[in-house]
């Protein structure tokens, strides 16, 4: 269960004409190498201190400001922050709107696996605020359901695009082997499509490559033009199309097709078709009835 903290006004944050104000704090069940937060506070929050990981984090309302490699900083929704394992850096909202983000602290020991073996070093990004859709839908992929249980091969993915994401913004690229393990790739894409409703973790990929997990991750990628975890949920929500075109319920179709509910294929469902599927099964079902009445 995600816990939230709550705690009464301090001198600090009572900035508001007249309200009474509470910080509210949350925290998600912690992860190997991996914790979640979400913040909203008004007023400066943090005094100076630091973290043995990298924070990883986005802005979602009002300005986020904070002290950093000494100068200040500002964000603003949308914005990514990133701070670098043992740099000293206090934190605080930065209008009397208040403010409310969500943060990632990653540990570096787990970042340098998503790097690779070919890695000159852990990578250094030096404007710690900067506008990056592609890396914020990956974070925001993490950080957006605090409360749902995460997939292992998400979390594998996840750390190797925060890899690929840091590295672009350090200027320091990723050299990758040009060399793929083709049968070994193939195995495991065999491997998911016959197992597209049960529970697949990475070690039984790597239990049927021969492949680590990051590395698999990567020639996957490389060869098929995209990762294991979404090869795999593709094929669940083909699978998901399928039994709608065939009335099943939604309920029972998230089941059998690999999603723990049906507000999880709802969510992997809008975010691959733009559309929820229900309302999928409200639009095709008069060409539903149409064919089978026409036979």
Same mark, same amino acid.
């Given at each position: ?50 973290? !043995? ?93 605090? !409360? ?7 979390? !594998? ?115 691959a078709f733009g559309i929820t599927p229900g309302r999928w099964a409200d639009m095709i079902r008069p060409q539903l009835l149409t ?5």
């Amino acid at each position: 269960m995600t816990t939230l903290l709550t705690s009464p006004d301090t001198d600090g944050i009572e900035r508001l004409c007249n309200h009474t104000v509470r910080e509210r704090f949350l925290t998600a069940p912690a992860l190997p190498g991996i914790e979640r937060i979400e913040a909203q506070f008004y007023g400066d929050m943090f005094a100076p201190h630091r973290h !043995d990981t990298y924070a990883l984090g986005v802005t979602l309302h009002g300005v986020q400001t904070f002290s950093y490699r000494g100068t200040k900083q500002f964000s603003q929704p949308g914005n990514i922050i990133v701070l670098h394992p043992d740099e000293t850096h206090d934190g605080g909202a930065g209008t009397e709107a208040g403010l409310r983000y969500r943060m990632l602290y990653l540990d570096p020991a787990l970042l340098w696996l998503g790097l690779g073996e070919n890695a000159p070093g852990l990578p250094f990004v030096a404007r710690p605020v900067f506008s990056d859709p592609a890396l914020s839908a990956t974070l925001l992929e993490m950080l957006a359901h605090l !409360d749902s249980d995460i997939d292992e091969l998400l979390i !594998d993915q996840f750390v190797c695009s925060v890899a690929e994401g840091l590295c672009r913004h350090a200027r320091q690229p990723i050299r990758r082997s040009k060399k793929l393990a083709l049968p070994r790739l193939e195995r495991a894409r065999d491997f998911l499509e016959a197992n597209t409703s049960g529970t697949i973790t990475s070690t039984d990929l790597e239990d049927v490559t021969g492949l680590d997990r990051y590395t698999l991750i990567r020639q996957f990628k490389a060869r098929y033009a995209t990762t294991p975890h979404r090869f795999l949920v593709m094929r669940r929500l083909q699978q998901a199309k399928t039994l709608i075109a065939q009335g099943e319920p939604l309920a029972g179709i998230a089941a059998d097709t690999g999603f723990a509910d049906q507000s999880h294929l709802n969510r992997h469902f809008k975010q691959a078709f733009g559309i929820t599927p229900g309302r999928w099964a409200d639009m095709i079902r008069p060409q539903l009835l149409t064919r089978h009445n026409g036979k």
